[in-house]
C-alpha cells in the first residue's frame, strides 16, 4: 500500500513540473527570451538543479512512506501468529498513523482479552479441584470400605456436586451474557411478591443465623418488566452474600420504591462487616472475592450481568465494619 502510495505522489509531482515548464516556456517565447545562448545556459542549469532535487525528494517521500508500511505489515504478521504485545510508532502520512492507531488498539484490546482468558481458565480450575477432590476422596474411602455407604457418608458428595452444578449454571449464564445470548422470559413481575418469596426461602437460615430479614417495598411500588426466575435469582445472591458477612444480631433488609423515569430501585442492605476499599471497584468482576468469601466470585458478576440485560443497571456501596449496600435500577412494566 505505501509503495503504490509513493508512486501515485511520485508521478503527480512529475507530472505538475512538466505542466510548471512548459508554461514557463510559454511565457519566456512570448516574451522573445527563449532562444538566447544566455537563457539555454541558464535554462540547463535549472533543469539540471531541478531534476536533482525532484530525485531526491521523490527517493525521500518514497523511503518516509515504504518505512512505515514495512512496519504495519510486520506488526500485522507478529499479531497473527499470537503476539499481542505488539505495538508500532505511530508515524507517517494521516492515513498510515491511523492505521497504526487502529493496530496498537486492536492488539491492546486483544491481549487484554488474553489476559482475561488464562485468568478465567485458571479460576475455574482452581473452583473446579475443591469439589472434585471431596468427591474422589468420599468416593474413594466407600469404595474401599474405610467408610460404610451411608447417608452420613454420602453427604459430602451430594454437597460437592451440588457445588460443581451451581458453578457449571454460573459458568454458563455468564458465557451467555459475553455472548449477548441470556434470553429473558419477561413480564410483569409484582415487587411485593418476589421479594417475600426470596426472603421465605432464607428464613430458616437467617434464623440459625440469628439475622434479621426485613422486607420494605412501598406501597406504589409498579410491577417490573422482568423475567421473573432470573430475577429471583439476582435477590436470592444478594441476599445470600448479605446473610453470609452479616454477623448475629444483624439484619438484612430488602427494600423497593419506584423512581423518576418509570423505573423501580431495589435495595439489598446489611449491617455486616463491609467490603474493603481496595476490593470495592472490582466486585462486579468475575471471580473477584473477598479472603472471607466461600463463593465462586461469580455472583456478583451475574447480577450485573442480568441486570443489565434488563436494561438496568447495578451499583453498590460499602464501608468497612458498616455494612453493603446494593441498589439495582429496573424498568418499570408499561401500565394496563
Known amino acids: 500500500m505505501a509503495r503504490r502510495f509513493g508512486c501515485f505522489l511520485a508521478a503527480m509531482l512529475l507530472l505538475l513540473g512538466t505542466m510548471g515548464t512548459a508554461l514557463v516556456w510559454l511565457v519566456l517565447s512570448a516574451l522573445g527570451v527563449v532562444g538566447s545562448t544566455s537563457f539555454a545556459r541558464s535554462a540547463s542549469g535549472a533543469a539540471l538543479l531541478l ?8 527517493f525521500r517521500l518514497l523511503r518516509r512512506l515504504a518505512v512505515p508500511g514495512e512496519r504495519l505489515v510486520e506488526a500485522a504478521r507478529r499479531i ?74 454420602m453427604q459430602p458428595i451430594l454437597a460437592a456436586t451440588a457445588a460443581l452444578e451451581k458453578l457449571v449454571d454460573d459458568l454458563r449464564t455468564v458465557a451467555l451474557a459475553d455472548a449477548g445470548g441470556l434470553r ?36 406504589d411500588t409498579p410491577a417490573l418488566d422482568a423475567d421473573p426466575a432470573r430475577l429471583s435469582s439476582v435477590l436470592a445472591n444478594l441476599v445470600s452474600n448479605a446473610l453470609r458477612h452479616t454477623a448475629p444480631g444483624g439484619t438484612v433488609r430488602v427494600s423497593a420504591r419506584a423512581v423518576a423515569g418509570g423505573g423501580v430501585e431495589m435495595v439489598v442492605a446489611d449491617d455486616g462487616e463491609g467490603i474493603p476499599a481496595d476490593l ?18 461469580l455472583g456478583l458478576a451475574i447480577v450485573r450481568d442480568v441486570v443489565e440485560a434488563h436494561g438496568g443497571s447495578a451499583g453498590i456501596t460499602s464501608e468497612p465494619g458498616r455494612g453493603t449496600t446494593v441498589r439495582l435500577l429496573l424498568p418499570a412494566a408499561a401500565a394496563a
Request: aromatic share 4%; glycine share 10%; proline share 6%.
Open 51 to 58: 531534476g536533482v532535487v525532484a530525485i531526491l525528494g521523490i
Open 184 to 219: 429473558l422470559e419477561r413480564e410483569p413481575v409484582a415487587v411485593a411478591v418476589l421479594v417475600h418469596a426470596v426472603l421465605d426461602g432464607f428464613r430458616p437460615a437467617a434464623a440459625a443465623a440469628g439475622v434479621a430479614l426485613v422486607q420494605d417495598v412501598a406501597g
Open 280 to 297: 470495592l471497584p472490582r466486585v462486579f468482576d468475575r471471580f473477584v472475592k473477598g479472603a472471607s468469601s466461600s463463593g465462586s466470585g
Open 80 to 153: 497473527e501468529r499470537g503476539d499481542y504485545s505488539t505495538r508500532v510508532p505511530v508515524r507517517g502520512p494521516g492515513e498510515m498513523r491511523a492505521v497504526a492507531r487502529a493496530i496498537n488498539s486492536m492488539s491492546a484490546r486483544l491481549e487484554a482479552d488474553e489476559v482475561r482468558r488464562r485468568s478465567v481458565l485458571a479460576e475455574v480450575a482452581h473452583e473446579l479441584r475443591t469439589p472434585l477432590s471431596i468427591i474422589r476422596g468420599q468416593a474413594e474411602a466407600v469404595a474401599d470400605g474405610v467408610y460404610p455407604a451411608e447417608p452420613e457418608q
